[in-house]
């Protein structure tokens, strides 16, 4: 499977932002995808993951009541709608798939898309 994610940018604290991953090559009902950041000088940190039926998600402590992530299956896609962004929420976002039950460390993934930037000011 192929990983092309979009939708980062520029917004300020406060605001919202609707990452997507779509995937080509393979559907991502065979997998089990997820998203990672990472913040310049700082390791790749798991932030959310969307199982294979899309009917198990699991976030963080932190993003839990601010960020959502979905799976289209239709059209073949994962998203990740992030609300009340803040400074810290700043890095570039990676979607990434797996078959691996090992689902909220990034050595369980094997197919990483080329990453978004999102950049929340203060």
């Known amino acids: 499977v192929q990983l092309q994610a979009s939708g980062g940018g520029l917004v300020q604290a406060g605001g919202s932002l609707r990452l997507s991953c779509a995937a080509s090559g393979r559907t991502v009902s065979d ?18 993951a969307v199982t ?3 009917g198990n998600t ?5 993003e839990k009541g601010r960020f959502t992530i979905s799976k289209d299956n239709a059209k073949n896609a ?4 992030m609300n009340s962004l803040k400074p810290g929420d700043t890095a ?3 979607c990434a798939a797996t078959r ?5 460390t990034a050595r369980g993934y ?5 990453g978004t930037q999102v950049t929340v000011s203060s």
Request: hydrophobic residues 35%; charged residues 15%.
């Open 100 to 104: 691996s039950v090992t689902i909220t």
């Open 92 to 94: 570039v976002y990676y």
């Open 78 to 81: 994962v998203y990740l709608q």
């Open 110 to 114: 094997d197919t990483w898309g080329q």
């Open 58 to 62: 699991y976030l963080t402590n932190s």
């Open 52 to 54: 294979r039926s899309g």
């Open 31 to 48: 997998y089990t995808m997820g998203w990672f950041r990472q913040a310049p000088g700082k390791e790749r940190e798991f932030v959310a």
